[in-house]
């Protein structure tokens, strides 16, 4: 009987003790959090304002390094004048794996879409929500609060190689400008001096031009 009655009192206090022990809580995981970025050094070259220590790639996108393996990326100053008043973004969902040259974001403006090209290869880890919400923020500031998303490259300093750097930058924006306006010379009321194409330029082309433009400019 005692032995009965010990196992019966051990049994009562691991029922008691469960009962008021407290539950483990499901562990919550914290949004992750974007840091703003800094805003660039900019200098102004034939007529272009040029971030440092910024890559393009061929296709008017950008990269700037923020760690051994992240890159904060968006669109060039060239894009955002071509397209004027960009009325929405589409960008790749985060958690995807995106090759350097592969479609990354779509710009609608005015009815007028295109698609733009990665700048290095890897996985989407965080969008700009607030770009998104408000595309005009894209336009305005693009190197700074108009990025688009930050991309974890393990390869960045290999894809870093394959874009446009230093130097190089200015002189390309300008060639890139006169090679448009050679394209356009039919429409010289559309042409404007100094470093940037004219403001909404692309939709007001006609649509042959229009396509002409887009694969010569954006690869696409």
């Not at 840091?35 to 296709?59: M, N, S, T, W």
């Not at 760690?67 to 004048?81: E, K």
């Not at 592969?102 to 290095?120: C, F, N, R, Y």
């Not at 500031?141 to 394959?162: C, E, F």
Request: hydrophobic share 45%; charged share 20%; net charge neutral.
């Amino acid at each position: 009987m005692s032995i009965l009655f010990a196992l019966l009192m051990f049994l009562l206090i691991v029922s008691v003790r469960y009962l008021i022990e407290p539950k483990d809580q499901p562990e919550v995981l914290e949004p992750v959090m974007v840091a703003r970025p800094q805003p660039p050094l900019v200098k102004r070259e034939y007529g272009f304002e040029i971030p440092q220590d910024y890559c393009f790639h061929l296709g008017h996108m950008w990269v700037m390094k923020q760690s051994a393996d992240d890159a904060r990326v968006g669109v060039d100053q060239f894009v955002t004048n071509l397209m004027g008043k960009i009325d929405h973004i589409e960008i790749r969902k985060p958690d995807r794996w995106v090759r350097q040259g592969q479609k990354l974001i779509t710009l609608t403006a005015e009815g007028t879409t295109i698609d733009l090209l990665s700048p290095v290869e890897g996985v989407v880890t965080a969008v700009n929500n607030d770009a998104l919400r408000d595309p005009s923020l894209v336009t305005k500031d693009p190197y700074n609060n108009g990025w688009i998303a930050i991309v974890k490259s393990p390869d960045l300093t290999v894809n870093q190689r394959n874009l446009i750097q230093g130097p190089m930058v200015a002189p390309w924006m300008q060639n890139n400008l006169s090679h448009l306006k050679s394209l356009i010379a039919p429409s010289p009321a559309l042409a404007q001096d100094g470093g940037v194409p004219i403001n909404g330029l692309l939709p007001r082309l006609a649509p042959e031009l229009r396509q002409k433009v887009v694969q010569e400019f954006f690869l696409s």
